[in-house]
Structures are given as structure tokens and as C-alpha cells.
């Protein structure tokens, strides 16, 4: 049996998480759930629904970023790990990858996201670079440049890379 290495294993940093999930998740339950009673002096349904909806969907990502263990960079793929449900693998020569900035108030978010077409809309698997080490930043985009075969300075800030792995087969 070839159990086979990976290329880089990245974690979360554990002070940048806790951060992330007091900004802006858990402040968002507090401020959602403030201007909701304001808001809903009318009794209006639709109000409560999205809401609620609103508070379980901060609620739902403080666990996301809470049970997250580890990605696993490999020749052909990647792996996502979670601390209780399971492994998700991302094959290359099925995504597009996009570098992505966001800057919102206190909000900054710069992720890579693994875009994977399924039946009806995209999966998308992200990794979030403000949290990890940022001298980790530069090995992720050594080893995508790497595999995909491309320059490093396709990696930047705002980049689409789709498809990610170039097809060099004749014919195809």
C-alpha cells in the first residue's frame, strides 16, 4: 500500500480564529439580534425568518472555523480535514482556483477558494490566508504554482485561475 506524502500541510493559526470568530460572527449574532427586536416591532414574518436565518448562518461558520483541522496539499489534490466530520478532497483537474480580497470595515478576508462544478451550482472550498502564518502564504502559492504548472506572479491578489490545471493533451 503507497501511502503517499503530502506537499505542505497547512493549520489555522488558533489566536487568529478566535479572532475571526469574535469578528465579525459573533459580534453579528449580537448586532443582528439587536437591530431584529428593533426591526420587529410589527410582528412581520418574514423579519423573524431572516433573522434567525442570519444568526444560524454566524452560528454555523464559528463551527465551520471551530472543527477545521488541517488541508493537505498532495500532487493531485487537496484535503480538507475536520475535526468530526471526515476528509473533503478537492481534485485538481476539476476546479478553478480564485484569490480573492475583501476589505469591509473591520472585516479583512483574503482566501483561495477551490471552485468545483457539481450537477446544479459550484462547491466551494476555501482557505483563509489571515489565518494562517504568513510565511505559509508563500509555500501555498509555490506549491499551487507547482502543480498547475504556472508562474508564481498568476497567484496574486484578485486572481481567477479556471481551469486550474491546463489540459497539454494533444486533442483535447
Known sequence: ?????????????????????????????????????????????????????????????????????????YHDRLEKKWRLFGVKIVRYDEISVALTYMNIFIFKNRTIAFSQKGKYFYHITSLNRDLIDPSIEQKIIKVLADVSRRDASEFQENASLDPFIINTKKGA
Do not use: H, Q
Not at 480564529?17 to 448586532?31: A, C, D, N, S
Not at 431584529?36 to 465551520?64: D, P, R
Open 1 to 73: 500500500m503507497n501511502i503517499e506524502e503530502p506537499l505542505l500541510v497547512v493549520r489555522y493559526v488558533w489566536w487568529r480564529v478566535l479572532r475571526r470568530i469574535f469578528v465579525p460572527y459573533i459580534l453579528g449574532v449580537f448586532i443582528f439580534y439587536s437591530f431584529g427586536k428593533y426591526f420587529l416591532k410589527e410582528s412581520n414574518s418574514i423579519a423573524y425568518i431572516t433573522m434567525y436565518l442570519i444568526m444560524l448562518f454566524c452560528i454555523f461558520m464559528v463551527f465551520n472555523l471551530l472543527l477545521i483541522k488541517d488541508f493537505r496539499f
